[in-house]
């Protein structure tokens, strides 16, 4: 997985999935997982080959808003993968994989075409699956891919459109449009699901295949009832008319799902409802109902529910059919988000998967002896556990369900937007397994532990994950082994002190010192070979109380908290920690708050040696913007409050050396402190003001880093006037020596921390993040005597694996040898990256 460089390419990549049911889908072609993102579609590959690790390899970009639905084509001309997407931007998009996915590159996937504009967000797609369509020749089958295939999209404002999708070799139109429904009353629609009739019309005819296709559509929404359209289409129209309502449910009807019955012309139809309850319905072809349902009414638990027969005539020759209630599914104890059907291709049996707000995953059946639809497996929490449609629910439940092609995993995601995973070894027996997670809204910062053995993020998802390279994986992959903050409020800023320490500072003013509990020091020691010295005098485990913002620590006893010792331990753990246990038993206990403040911290710095912190918030004032100081033994706050800047403080950098302190700000200036050592008052600031540029740039500064002092006394700084600059220290004072142009604002900076040599000469290494979210590496030779040469850009990055919004912060892996290097960054577009850069 290279760029075009062959320098960089992407090692991880962790971003959450967008709490939309519909946003989801499985590959049968890639066996990869599409999922929306933000405005972006995750690619997950789940499982990991001796080629390629497991996990998001890409992210596709084009959507301008968040992305509602994504659903893959069964069937494609080439049996390529074939990608249909839509969003809140109102436009229905195609891709299709241009690289497949046996070599060694990053696979691709290209844009094809895209709608015109809908007049309200798009909500769902339905595309025929193969469990639901008709057993057809394989000549059958080319003809009918020849032709296209058939698609519809359900938007907000109430309408249904119909497509023609048309991927062939000789290119023309991708995307043609042959009718738009409206639900009437009009609703909101929220699930579609389309299925093809056996028609008599399909027939052969002087050796050829019949022009017409019939098909059946079913809508749903914030309605208590199911719509059902009847159509043919041709290559150029369709005719869907309404053919019957459905009614029975008592809350809005969220997921749709056909299938076709094995050895029968027979449709069942799943519906999943807010009422708790899953309805089938039987779609039969002829005049005569189906032995089943030959009366009225129907008992179940002691209630009398409808049977009526709907009927309808479908295609030219008018043929009967009837849609007949076939079963009550009970056992969900809150929404039911989504529901699908599975047809196994070797002996035809029908499974069902719903998700649910109850926390479960639930596989229902057909017994076969008397057909009544049974719940086989169950997966997830307990019921206690109250979901996402109740007033105390914490965890969220589930929201969607997916089968994977051979039907032996599931997979869901809950409102963390991390996924959980079950794998059926063929005993019966669900297994979870390691999946993927990440945050679900802008990421806004990012730091290398001291020595570079795991990685920091925080969000405004209101969380902080930790990250770090699992040993047992085959390509020693990067994996979420920890959540140590799960907050109430946005997380602005974060910073690594220690190996065992971090500070974040979030919009309730302070800041919080977290330390590392024993069991994941234990958990990264055994599964990651990170070791700390003093792991005995850490705390065991961390919780926090109902209502509260603090984690506190918890010195457990085997006799009195076991239990949740336990379930902190890592004896016998295989993967690293699943979404559940992410989200519960992996906090980080916290030590301090810093007071001070009076508005959001806006960031945080740590001096290289860890004594000192250096802390700012949002303002508007002099009074506001001052940097405060803490030392970080007793978290004592250094006075006075060191005044230099009269708006906001972006960034915070000390040279590698801790001699020199510089920050840079909304006020366009940036100010440098030099540290005293000698004369100090107990608690006071060690760093006073040596020098202070008004207007250093036209437009606000975002960043700013220190070079290397190997190469002299120079730092960097970037801003929104498209420029970066270089200052070196000419006497007593910095003085601008070099200004970089760039095509769009600079939003985040940082530099290798240290002297690369490389070709016979030894150069500073500078990643540069701009607002549109691309990122490059830049070059400067060091001189002989002292200070470096002019920039040069050493290496582009592949617009594919580049994020798709504003870069927040780059940081460097602090690394002591070698020419292969790690880069961290982090985006509002949800994301944390890790690239691998060779120089």
């Not at 084009?62 to 049996?79: A, E, L, P």
């Not at 940081?811 to 850069?837: K, M």
């Amino acid at each position: 997985m290279t760029d075009s460089h062959g320098r960089i390419h992407p090692r991880f990549i962790s971003i959450g999935a967008n709490r939309i049911p519909a946003a989801s889908d499985w590959d049968v072609n890639s066996q990869s997982i599409a999922y929306g993102a933000g405005n972006v579609i995750a690619l997950w590959r789940v499982d990991e080959t001796e080629t390629s690790p497991s996990g998001v390899f890409a992210t596709l970009k084009g959507h301008t808003d968040k992305v509602s639905t994504v659903r893959f084509v069964d069937d494609t001309h080439d049996s390529s993968s074939v990608l249909l997407s839509g969003g809140v931007d109102k436009v229905l998009r195609v891709w299709k994989l241009a690289q497949p996915f046996d070599t060694l590159d990053i696979p691709r996937y290209e844009l094809l075409a895209q709608s015109p504009l809908h007049d309200g967000s798009i909500v769902d797609i339905a595309v025929e699956k193969k469990g639901s369509r008709h057993g057809t020749t394989s000549s059958e089958g080319v003809e009918r891919r020849g032709k296209g295939t058939i698609i519809a999209s359900a938007s907000a404002d109430g309408s249904v459109k119909i497509w023609r999708l048309q991927l062939s070799a000789e290119g023309g139109e991708v995307l043609t449009h042959l009718q738009t429904l409206a639900t009437k009353p009009k609703y909101f629609p929220l699930s579609i699901a389309l299925a093809k009739l056996s028609s008599p019309t399909t027939k052969e005819e002087d050796g050829g295949v019949g022009e017409e296709e019939v098909w059946v559509l079913a809508v749903s929404g914030s309605s208590n009832s199911i719509q059902i359209f009847v159509g043919s289409t041709t290559d150029s129209k369709s005719d869907f008319t309404p053919a019957a309502t459905l009614t029975g449910h008592e809350n809005w009807i969220r997921s749709l799902s056909f299938v076709r019955e094995a050895n029968s012309e027979d449709l069942l139809l799943a519906t999943g409802s807010q009422d708790r309850y899953i309805r089938l319905w039987r779609v039969h072809r002829g005049s005569t109902l189906p032995a089943q349902s030959a009366g009225s009414k129907m008992m179940i638990m002691g209630q009398a529910l409808s049977n009526k027969a709907h009927r309808f005539s479908a295609g030219s020759s008018k043929e009967e059919y009837s849609i007949t209630f076939e079963a009550l599914l009970v056992g969900h104890e809150d929404w039911v988000y989504t529901v699908s059907f599975r047809k196994d291709t070797s002996d035809g049996k029908i499974k069902l998967l719903s998700a649910s707000a109850d926390n479960s995953l639930s596989i229902w059946e057909a017994d076969e002896t008397s057909g009544i639809w049974v719940c086989t497996a169950r997966m997830g929490e307990a019921s206690g556990m109250k979901g996402s449609s109740t007033a105390t629910g914490s965890t969220g439940g589930f929201w969607t369900g997916l089968w994977s092609p051979d039907g032996k995993n599931v997979v869901s995601f809950g409102k963390n937007g991390g996924w959980r995973r079950w794998n059926n070894s063929g005993e019966g027996e669900w297994e979870q397994k390691g999946a993927v997670a990440g945050h679900i809204r802008d990421v806004m910062g990012v730091t290398w532990e001291k020595e570079g053995n795991y990685l920091l993020s925080t969000s405004l998802d209101q969380s902080t994950r930790l990250y770090a390279r699992w040993k047992s994986s085959k390509h020693r992959s990067f994996y979420e082994f920890s959540r140590p903050q799960i907050h109430g409020y946005d997380i602005n800023s974060i910073v690594s002190i220690s190996p065992t320490k971090f500070v974040s500072g979030a919009d309730e003013k302070l800041m919080r010192v977290f330390g590392e509990p024993r069991g994941i020091a234990k958990m990264l020691e055994e599964m990651c070979g990170i070791q700390q010295v003093d792991m005995e005098s850490l705390p065991d485990v961390a919780s926090q109380p109902v209502l509260g913002l603090s984690n506190k620590a918890v010195n457990t006893t085997a006799e009195e908290d076991g239990e949740e010792e336990k379930e902190q331990g890592v004896e016998g753990q295989v993967y690293p920690p699943f979404e559940d246990s992410l989200s519960r038993h992996t906090l980080w206990p916290e030590e301090e708050k810093l007071y001070g403040h009076g508005y959001e911290i806006s960031t945080i710095g740590c001096s290289n040696a860890g004594d000192v912190i250096a802390t700012a918030c949002k303002a508007s004032s002099v009074s506001h913007a001052v940097i405060r100081m803490f030392e970080t033994k007793t978290w004592r706050q250094l006075k006075p409050a060191l005044e230099a800047h009269s708006l906001t403080v972006n960034r915070i950098a000390f040279s590698r050396d801790d001699a020199y302190m510089l920050s840079v700000g909304r006020d366009r200036q940036w100010t440098v402190f030099g540290r005293v050592t000698e004369g100090l008052e107990e608690f006071e600031a060690p760093y006073k003001v040596m020098q202070v540029v008004a207007k250093a740039q036209t437009r606000v500064i975002f960043d700013g880093k220190w070079v290397p002092v190997e190469a002299g006394r120079l730092f960097v700084t970037a801003a929104r006037d498209k420029t970066v600059k270089v200052w070196e220290l000419q006497g007593q004072e910095w003085g601008c020596t070099e200004t970089v142009k760039f095509e769009e604002p600079i939003t985040a900076i940082d530099i290798l921390d240290r002297v690369v040599e490389s070709g016979g000469g030894r150069f500073v290494v500078l990643a540069v993040g701009l607002e549109s979210g691309v990122w490059s590496v830049y070059k400067a030779k060091v001189k002989e005597s002292g200070g470096i040469e002019a920039w040069e850009k050493w290496t582009a990055v592949d617009g594919y694996i580049v994020p798709d919004k504003t870069i927040t912060q780059i940081a460097w892996r602090p690394t002591a040898e070698g020419t292969s290097f790690e880069v961290a960054i982090s985006s509002e577009d949800g994301s944390v990256r890790i690239y691998d850069v060779q120089i």
